[in-house]
């Protein structure tokens, strides 16, 4: 791990800025949560109690991410927003491959997303995987959020190779039953209804922990 610090202790790193910015929108998403002016605040407080679970300290990058769902639009999207926010304002690309639902732009600037960096592919069932692979792939994008239905391990894996490949975080929703099938995913959780938690099944690199996140769980909408 590099320093966080300069030599002389008088001034911070690269890596010093950047974890007092992170330090920093932590708390004033903590600020909005007390002062309930934050859309969804309890899905925030549930994504930052996650990323203290996970051995990276968020979602890991250059990997694919799996989120298992019992239906769509029950507020997965959410759990996203706040790095969604961060990869945005930093003019960095984020793809949204073929989702079940259009996303709402207005509710995503309200949780501080750049809508301007967000490109939505139009893809059928049977080019979405395609188009999903070759987004990961392209080296030129923050973060791909997709969903490849009945993908199988293979497919799932091809995956997983280009998230690495283009250095990007990929987000793959699938149905919660596929939970017992095997996965190259370096991060799988599944979004429970009874009770309303999250739960990480796999975490390469570390121990997925035993102790399930409470999620408010939102009523089937578009996201």
């Known amino acids: 791990m590099r320093e966080e610090w300069t030599s002389d202790g008088d001034h911070p790193s690269v890596d010093g800025y950047q974890r007092l910015a992170e330090v920093a929108f932590r708390e004033i998403v903590r600020n909005l949560v007390r002062e309930e002016h934050f859309q969804g605040a309890v899905v925030v407080v549930a994504a930052l109690a996650l990323d203290e679970v996970l051995p990276w300290g968020g979602w890991p990058e250059a990997a694919l991410t799996e989120l ?28 949204v491959v073929a989702p079940p639902y259009l996303p ?13 960096h ?32 009945h993908a199988d391990d293979r497919a799932l894996r091809r995956l997983q190779v280009a998230a690495d ?59």
């Open 68 to 95: 298992l769902l019992p239906v769509d639009g029950i507020g997965e999207l959410h759990l996203l927003l706040p790095t969604l926010a961060r990869l945005t304002q930093a003019s960095q690309d984020i793809a």
């Open 104 to 116: 709402y732009p207005a509710g995503w600037r309200q949780g501080g997303v750049d809508f301007a």
């Open 118 to 149: 967000v490109h939505l592919i139009d893809a059928n069932a049977r080019d979405a995987l395609w188009a999903s692979e070759q987004c990961l792939r392209a080296g030129c994008l923050a973060a791909v959020l997709c969903w490849p239905g």
């Open 165 to 223: 490949t283009g250095g990007v975080m990929g987000f793959a929703f699938r149905d919660l039953k596929v939970a017992r099938n095997p996965s190259p995913a370096a991060l799988r959780i599944a979004i429970e209804t009874a009770p309303a938690q999250l739960r990480v099944l796999k975490c390469r690199g570390g121990l997925a922990p035993a102790r399930a996140i409470a999620f408010p769980i939102h009523a089937p909408a578009a996201a």
